[in-house]
């Protein structure tokens, strides 16, 4: 593996990570927003939404990250196994 | 011969059993306490045959191998770390998160924003370069990265601020319930929770907090779970709590007036504006990210592939108990106003008054020990009216210990949820005291000051420094309990502020220099620790942030300061320095690059 490509993996990898870590920002703050004062009427649906949502999609997130970072690697050569 | 990978999944196949056996348990517990088994025999039965089933794992854990004891021998599948590093987390969302949920919605929400958050930075931005580098502790790490044994001082002074008060606060959640829930004297149950630390850490290290702390996590999300579910099918017939709270939220939604909360040990829900939310939500995650027990988790996966995993299937297993606190907050507080709220003083549950007694309740502002009690502490219009909500206070640790009680679910759920409490609290000081022992003996002893020593010998200085952290931690506990618990909802911040700025410059700028590195570590920390400190122990009123928060900084969130000013002197400071020499260089590169290849040594061998 050539200089040349460990930059250009290293390089996705930071955009990679920079990508993943935006998406927690704006995943989070976004379940946040849907989360209504206490005392509403009714079924609190952005509270429950919020509350089972975040979870489901920082975990989505950590795996999808997981498998991209893989295909980075392996698209340059560098996969562990 | 068998492999360590096929070891582990074997022994994943029968933990898997255990806890099958387990709810099955259970189950006959419950059936004979229908036929009148005591509550007092209920609860020694349940968490009597989780501790002692800890203690047997823990023995048979038993390592004579470095790599065994400080890294489980890097053969610990995604799935079955991520059980263990969230067992060693658990004892928070475990303890703290229902009571959060039950003062503020805000705050439960963004305390759980903040964990899964945490995990996602940790699989990110940590777990993976701390997997490559073969260190086999967090300082060990950054002096691996950095090329000076200054730093791996310097990191296991901030590892011992951070972890110790932890492990402190998880020994006392032990014994506390323990003392509670079996009739213990407090010294008996502070003794027992002491040698079950020592039994589950001290013969096999991570390896045994592996194999004991997915059982020790698996006993506390049933804990969780269970009730809740039960709870949920009993009111609404449909089993999934996450869903149907709704319901029990919209009920109470009415109600405009709030049940108060006493102030809880796990999470500083009091007193908290929105910025001081906020903030701790954003050093909860930093903080997690950095937790040197947590980080050290990622050491015992297989390959890098696995450590990102691991992090991953750690926050699927937090989300779980994450996902069912609120839940129980709700139940919960519908139970109240429906039991207790209104009705007639004669008629009040048993439960107000048990906990009345133990100093968890109080009915305007007075324990409620009796029903003439309660009439006399709120006057003669109770008597006739009964309470309303703004009368009741309750700690915001029983929302989910007493959860079972208020409720009205038979005993054994709530030795079930003692046997939760304890499992979880023993998981994380396991895994702290094993973090901070490993950090002492391996990072100061060995490779300080005796750096021949053998193998054996290494074993050796790590299981004494083991056992003096222990007894040390149990001192706390007895004579410091208070002060532990404060500093201990201040650690993710210290964490945050000394490790996450070097965490993430140390990999993704490789302009950091050692110094940098150094500085930055150390004023982070320090100033964050320095203020922490001295806010909880009352030396200084929190101070106002202007135009953020006018109560003042909370100890618990002191880390959005600390954060960036780690960050802008290891940014400065390095840049003030000679930038790393190519020898640094390679090592740098060496960690970013994913081949199998260790980085100069692999220090689990």
């Known amino acids: 593996m050539s200089d040349i490509g460990e930059a250009e993996r290293w390089r996705d990898t930071v955009r990679l990570s920079l990508g993943a870590v935006v998406a927690l920002v704006i995943l989070v703050l976004f379940f946040l927003s849907l989360v209504g004062a206490s005392g509403q009427p009714g079924y609190p649906l952005g509270l429950v939404v919020a509350i089972s949502g975040l979870p489901i999609a920082c975990g989505v997130l950590v795996f999808w990250y997981a498998r991209r970072q893989e295909r980075i690697d392996q698209r340059h050569g560098l996969y562990e196994n | ?605």
């Not at chain 2, 990978?5 to 189950?27: C, N, W």
């Not at chain 2, 703290?96 to 940790?122: E, P």
């Not at chain 2, 990265?145 to 972890?163: C, D, M």
């Not at chain 2, 988790?297 to 937090?318: D, H, M, Q, T």
């Open chain 2, 1 to 605: 011969m068998t492999t360590p990978i096929e070891e582990v999944r074997r022994l994943g196949k029968a933990y898997g059993l255990l806890a099958a056996a387990f709810v099955l348990f259970v189950l006959v517990i419950a059936m004979l306490g229908q036929f009148g088994l005591p509550d007092t025999v209920t609860a020694v039965l349940v968490v009597m045959v989780t501790v002692v089933t800890y203690a047997i794992m823990g023995v048979v854990a038993r390592t004579l191998s470095i790599s065994g004891f400080f890294l489980s021998d890097r053969a610990v599948p995604a799935g079955f770390n991520g059980l263990a590093t969230a067992a060693a987390v658990l004892a928070l969302p475990f303890a703290g998160l229902a009571g959060a949920y039950f003062a503020d919605r805000m705050l439960g929400l963004a305390a759980t924003a903040g964990l899964l958050a945490g995990f996602v930075l940790l699989a990110v931005v940590v777990a993976p370069y701390y997997r490559k580098s073969g260190g086999i502790t967090l300082p060990d790490y950054l002096a691996v990265r950095f090329g000076n044994p200054l730093i791996r001082v310097v990191a296991v002074a901030i590892l011992v601020v951070v972890s110790l008060p932890v492990l402190g606060a998880a020994m006392w959640v032990g014994s506390d319930v323990a003392a509670s829930v079996l009739h213990l004297p407090r010294h008996a149950a502070t003794i027992a929770v002491l040698v079950l630390v020592l039994i589950t850490a001290l013969f096999g290290g991570m390896r045994a907090t592996t194999f004991v702390g997915g059982a020790q996590a698996v006993v506390a999300l049933l804990a969780l779970l269970v009730p809740a579910v039960l709870l949920s099918i009993q009111e609404y017939g449909f089993p999934v709590p996450q869903i149907t709270f709704g319901y029990a939220d919209a009920a109470t939604a009415s109600v405009t007036e709030a049940v108060g909360v006493l102030a809880g040990k796990a999470l500083p829900v009091a007193g908290l504006d929105g910025f001081n939310v906020l903030a701790f939500a954003v050093c909860l995650a930093f903080g997690v990210a950095s937790f040197p027990h947590l980080v050290a988790r990622a050491g015992a996966a297989p390959n890098i592939g696995e450590a990102r995993r691991s992090a991953g299937w750690a926050l699927v297993f937090v989300a779980i108990a994450a996902t069912t606190a609120p839940a129980l907050a709700a139940f919960a507080r519908l139970a109240i106003l429906r039991d207790v709220v209104g009705v007639d003083l004669a008629d009040l549950p048993d439960w107000l008054f048990d906990y009345g007694r133990a100093g968890l309740i109080e009915v305007c502002g007075a324990a409620p020990i009796s029903a003439a009690a309660i009439g006399t502490a709120c006057g003669a219009g109770t008597v006739v009216k009964g309470l309303i909500p703004t009368d009741i206070a309750l700690s915001a640790d029983l929302v989910t210990l007493g959860f079972a009680d208020i409720t009205g679910l038979p005993y054994v759920l709530t030795a079930l949820i003692a046997a939760g409490a304890i499992a979880a609290a023993l998981a994380t000081a396991a895994a702290t005291v094993t973090a901070i022992a490993a950090s002492l003996g391996n990072d100061l002893i060995s490779r300080l000051f005796a750096r021949r020593g053998s193998a054996g010998r290494r074993l050796v200085v790590v299981r004494v420094a083991l056992i003096a952290v222990t007894l040390a931690a149990a001192w706390i506990v007895e004579h410091h309990a208070d002060e532990a618990f404060a500093f201990a909802v201040a650690a993710p911040s210290v964490a945050a502020a000394g490790f996450f700025p070097v965490l993430v410059l140390g990999m993704f700028w490789g302009r950091t220099t050692f110094w940098g590195a150094l500085l930055g570590m150390s004023t982070g920390a320090t100033v964050t620790a320095v203020y922490a400190a001295m806010v909880v122990w009352g030396d200084l009123a929190p101070v106002p942030i202007a135009g953020l928060t006018e109560a003042g900084l909370s100890a618990a969130a002191a880390g959005i300061v600390g954060v960036p000013l780690g960050f802008v002197v290891t940014i400065l400071v390095s840049l003030l320095t000679a930038a790393p020499g190519i020898g640094r260089r390679e090592v740098l590169d060496a960690i970013r690059r994913p081949s199998p290849d260790p980085v100069l040594e692999d220090h689990a061998t």
